[in-house]
Every structure is written in C-alpha cells, then in structure tokens.
C-alpha cells in the first residue's frame, strides 16, 4: 500500500485488488475491490479465463465509481483454492 | 507519524489503529481512453531478472508490457505460490488486460509494469525510494490509471 500510496500521491489514480481488506483499509488504500480469493490469487482462479476478466473489468470500473478516498467495493466472485 | 507519547511507558489498553492521511488522485478520463499499468506486490519479475532477497526486498522490477506469460516468475517469501505458479494472471492479470485493450475496454496497456516483493522489507525505503521511483517511472510513461494486487 505504500507504493500505491506513492502513485496516488504522484496524481496517477489507483485500485488494488485486496484479498486481505481489513490489511488495506489500515494501511490507507484510496481505492480497493475484494473479491473472495486467497491471498496469491487475487485476480481470480488459475486459467480461469472468464473469472479473471470479470475481476478486472469491475475493478477498472470501479476506479472510476469510488466516490472518495479508503473505500473498499467488494466484488462477487468466489475462488476456493485447493490446498 | 505523529509523536503521540505524552507519558513514556504508558500505553493504552485499547488498541487503537492509525491509519495514514487519504491520498487522492481525480479521474480525469473514462476507461476507454486511458493507459494502464500493472503494480504487483506479488513478486512478479522477468526470468532473466534477479530473483528478489526473499527475507526482505525493497527493490522493483520492470515489467515491458508486451512481455509473453512465460517469460515470468515469482519469487517471493511471503504466500503461497501454487496458484500463480500455474497461471501468473492470478496475480499479474497482464493477458487479461492485453485483452482489455483490443477489444476497447481501455485504451492501451502502459509500456512498462512494476513487480516488487510486498508484506515485509524496509518500510523506511519503500517510503523514500521504492514508491516515489515507482511513481516517477508511472508518471514519465504518461500512465492514467494503475491496477495493483496483492494486500
């Protein structure tokens, strides 16, 4: 969050993707989506090509939907990994 | 941070978290019109890069947008790398947003991304070099907007 921080300061708008959003909201994230993935999956299932876009596509849209700075949208997608 | 001692050795039985001052950056383009850059805290980086120190690193790694999946690894000390060790997009959707850009969505995908090692290292230096640099870098290739995972 430290370096999204930085962009943000740089005026470059920014989104993370969380798996863990109680970590982003301490640490100052301005924009964040939270899909239901683990953490090294953010972005959605391996290969799965459909999941992945979705996960992109509303996080981009929510770049521009975020109203004002720390909130967290999450996102309904769900990738439970196989451990 | 703000120096909130006011008694030495006192501390308070009621964890209070501080959380730093918003930052915020305006939307000025819609999606379609804008460049866009990928920030991974994952540890992404090409092959032929160094590896990170995975005790800690506060270093970054660029990343040619038009770099092919398989000339990517991780390393990273901090997760569980099975996922992303199959398909990189998990944590580096670069394909996803290669995709993005034929097909309109977003205008283009910036020249160059940036993979560090998060969840630890120098805070210190992530602070006064890593982010700033990063953000340098960001600003010079005329990025609108960055993606970032991992957190």
């Known amino acids: ?83 | 941070m703000t120096k909130m001692t006011v008694v030495n050795g006192l501390q308070s039985e009621i964890y209070v978290p501080i959380t730093p001052k918003p930052v915020w950056a305006q939307v000025e383009k819609e999606l379609k019109e804008m460049r866009v850059a990928l920030a991974t805290a994952a540890g992404v980086h090409l092959k032929t890069d160094k590896r990170f120190n995975l005790a800690g690193d506060f270093t970054f790694r660029k990343i040619p947008g038009d770099t092919p999946t398989n000339e990517l690894m991780v390393s990273h000390g901090g997760y569980d790398q099975a996922d992303v060790n199959k398909d990189i997009n998990c944590m580096f959707p670069i394909d996803r947003l290669r995709e993005l850009a034929e097909s309109g969505f977003i205008k283009e995908v910036a020249p160059t991304h940036i993979g560090f090692m998060g969840g630890g290292g120098d805070q210190k230096k992530f602070n006064e070099y890593t982010g700033p640099e990063v953000a340098k870098i960001l600003k010079e290739e005329q990025v609108d907007a960055v993606l970032l995972t991992a957190g």
């Open chain 1, 1 to 83: 969050m430290i370096v999204q921080r930085a962009i943000e300061s740089a005026g470059i708008p920014t989104i993370i993707i969380a798996a863990l959003p109680p970590v982003v909201r301490q640490s100052g994230s301005p924009r964040a989506v939270a899909p239901i993935v683990p953490m090294g999956a953010n972005a959605g299932e391996p290969n799965n090509i459909e999941m992945q876009t979705g996960i992109i596509k509303d996080t981009l849209e929510q770049l521009i939907q975020i109203p004002s700075a720390g909130k967290i949208v999450s996102l309904n997608y769900e990738y439970n990994a196989e451990v």
